[in-house]
């Protein structure tokens, strides 16, 4: 398999999807990003649970797990490592925001090449000018509406720094453009509060059980700039990069300290464990 | 011609557009929906400038407004009444937010069938429970993201009511989910200000200019709901209805006053002057 991805929409092999998806039109819908490892993927249990989560919340049908299951399988189906990106929208509408009253929702499941690894000292992190919108009615969930995201990422081209923080339009701390931010203050573990802005991210979740199974305390708050500046390790953590250290924080240089360390050892085994048990492929 | 939409994707006669668009994957995109009177447009010149101001402020490459103008008119060839829907996005991109460092953008233009008329006498408004976001970096362009509307859309399903309003995150009024709002105080006319949240439509502009021209002072502020209970008169803004006055604000019955009687004359002549002068169809 090469690394062009290969997308299926509706479960047919297709390049292309309905100019007049709402997915297109408004950004009704929803996306996850897994990592496959070896043709299976990890955390999708998880996966699942918070597309599922999303659909309800935006009153969009729940897709079958088992048709994602044999469409994933499908496009790993040479036993790879990669990105599978599942897109979940409303589906094809008319004009106007009015939901139909009956949806048939378009799903698209793209293959991706994984991405290089990262560098095990860590990555550098900058501080995005671009602010995060606050809406209760959507924080949390993985929305396709994105372009808070995308116009912090066009902030900066260095390809030295990896992700930029962005803070909401009231100054907190919501995380990066496309992962989640972990501050270890003493033996204590802090990440910021997802009720009003960000997304709480699988591997956010799979890090906080981690971390509370491992005796380290969890806290979730609304988190000051100042935070940043009193953290004593940092990371960042997604579906596709795991938990990654950060050694640079908005230009403050940090240790991979023991307590990501730890963390990341767990979250490996959490992952192949997860891996182990994906209901795809069929064996 | 019939009510079926009839689509042009870049220019050629297609259903589809990439699965892999930004514009599905992240909303990274704008629109523009222009009524259509006998195959002419209305407004085409305040339309292309504010969808240059909206892909300036993306940083999307300008579409060639000759090259709308020649699909628009392919579309509406017929000479039939309707409504244009124009789609610019970023273009097809691989996986992550990051911006292409040229970004080949992508265009959907749409036909659809004109609405049928509205009561003379006015439309029924309610409150909806929805937020809008407050974002600056987006407020005033009609971007591709737009689940805060759907979400209050979605909200009410009564035919009897034509429009929700919204307040932001604090509690101001930013307007309908599809509409611009303007309130008659006395002698001047009152509409939210549109610097944190909210979409500049066309027609909110095409009446504030019909309004300083006829002598009407025209405040744009921040609108707490009590300025709903003071109104003397209201009417709601797009570009497809025009002006269109409000009977039931949100449970407040109201008559079509003056303000927005002698205002709505001089739209309806401003619109047809520009339908007069648009550059499509060559003659």
């Known amino acids: 398999m090469t690394g062009a991805p290969t997308v299926l929409v509706d479960g047919v092999p297709a390049a292309a999807v309905n100019a007049l998806d709402r997915g297109l039109a408004y950004g009704d819908g929803l996306f996850r990003t897994i990592r496959i490892e070896g043709g299976r993927p990890l955390f999708w249990e998880r996966h699942i649970v918070q597309l599922d989560e999303g659909c309800r919340r935006l009153g969009i049908p729940a897709v079958d797990p088992a048709t994602l299951a044999a469409e994933g399988a499908l496009l790993f189906a040479g036993g790879s490592d990669g990105v599978l990106k599942i897109v979940v929208t409303r589906g094809v509408g008319g004009r ?18 994984m991405p290089p690894p990262l560098m095990a000292d860590g990555v550098r992190v900058r501080l995005c000018a671009t602010r995060v919108a606050i809406q209760p009615a959507t924080a949390g969930i993985k929305t396709l509406n994105r372009l808070d995201q995308v116009l912090a990422r066009a902030e900066w081209s260095d390809a030295g720094i990896f992700e930029g923080l962005m803070r909401d339009t009231e100054g907190f701390v919501v995380g990066g453009t496309m992962s989640n931010l972990f501050l270890v203050h003493g033996h204590r ?7 009003r802005a960000g997304i709480a991210g699988t591997m956010r979740g799979a890090t906080m059980d981690a971390a509370r199974a491992s005796g380290v305390e969890v806290i979730e708050a609304r988190l000051a700039p100042s935070a940043l500046v009193q953290a004593d390790e940092a990371f960042l953590t997604n579906s596709v990069i795991g938990a990654v250290p950060v050694s640079d924080l908005c230009g403050r240089a940090l240790a991979a300290g023991p307590v990501a360390r730890r963390l990341r050892r767990a979250l490996a085994a959490a992952g192949e464990e997860s891996r182990r048990a994906a209901p795809w492929p069929m064996r």
């Open 189 to 195: 573990l802090l990440t910021p509060v997802i009720d």
């Open 96 to 113: 106007g925001y009015r939901p139909p009253e009956t949806p048939a929702p378009t799903r698209v499941l793209a293959r991706f090449p």
